[in-house]
């Protein structure tokens, strides 16, 4: 299986993470090959010459991108164990609406505060918290946004939780202070050996975070 399965990522990336969470609890096997974002393997600029981004899933030398993308192809190829997306069309379309949601907003309001200073940060931390609260509302008393189990927006957002500490140290805030619903949630997915392994340390967030600022010229 790992010669038919091939993942092109990269650490630190949350929409890594995504794949890597969604193989686990599907129990695939697979080849993992870390890519180096500044000089770009001739693989991935192969099998992702649109965007020339990771994370990259090749299956059966058949190349797939974009995560949620990725996450959906491996729930519907390995059916048998784990669903990710509900059976039903309108639950299946309303896990899809916040898995966007988490990609439109969750990544963006985070890159805004630590590349960010002053005004534009505390504008970016609040939607940040702001978009936080929302998901509490949707998560309810539910263990997980899928329920009983861990889902299709579960996988999205989860990854991020590896980042909350960088978040919190460039903008000098606490998120569990705001939200301590969706800390107790991380809290419980990280218990699952498929997301506590398919994430890395906060430390390793940090030190890309301080290699980006540099690069950028951020103090």
Partial sequence: MAKEVILLDFLVSPFGMRVRIALA????????????LQNKSELL?????????????????????ESLFIVEYIDEVWRDKSPLLPSDPYQRAQARFWADYVDKKIYDCGGRIWRGKGE???AAKKEFIDCLKLLE????????????TLGYVDVALIPFYSWFPAYESSGNFKIGESCPKIVAWAKRCMQKDSVSKSLPKPEKVNEFILRMKKRLGIE
């Fill in 25 to 36: 609890e599907k129990g695939v096997e697979y080849e993992y090959r870390e890519e180096d």
């Fill in 120 to 122: 534009e940060q505390e």
């Fill in 45 to 65: 600029l192969k099998m992702n010459p649109v965007h020339k981004k990771i994370p990259v899933l090749i299956h059966n030398e058949k190349s797939i991108c």
């Fill in 137 to 148: 509302e949707q998560l309810g008393n539910k263990p997980y946004f899928g329920g009983d």
